[in-house]
Nanobody
């Protein structure tokens, strides 16, 4: 499975919105949970959101609940992270990752990773 994350780059003002996409190649994508993680400068990578293989269930880190929404379209091998009401503290490189089985907050349980896309939010 290869993952391509996109949608970041440039600068967005606080309060704005941005949509990140993760496009996968490979047959197992529709059987895989997909997660988004982020890494801010000088910090460890952290969990943001994840969705199960069918899209029927999702899980969010507390700081993004009600602002970020994850969805998937298995026909297009795509998972989308819609980010609203962005804050400067959301600035980070965002990564998508997949794993067979149920979603997890633990990055070590993910098998495949995209290359990351930069999100920068100005105050």
């Amino acid at each position: 499975v290869q993952l391509q994350a996109s949608g970041g780059g440039g600068l967005v003002q606080a309060g704005g919105s941005l949509k990140l996409s993760c496009v996968a190649s490979g047959r197992s994508f529709s059987s895989s949970a997909t997660g988004w993680f982020r890494q801010a400068p000088g910090k460890e990578r952290e969990f943001v959101a994840a969705i199960n293989y069918s899209g029927s269930s999702a899980y969010y880190e507390d700081s993004v609940k009600g602002r970020f929404f994850i969805s998937r379209d298995n026909a297009k091998n795509t998972v989308v992270l819609q980010m609203n009401s962005l804050k400067p503290e959301d600035t980070a490189v965002y990564y998508c990752a997949t794993r067979l089985g149920y979603y997890s907050e633990d990055e070590s349980e993910y098998d495949y990773w995209g290359q990351g896309t930069q999100v920068t939010v100005s105050s």
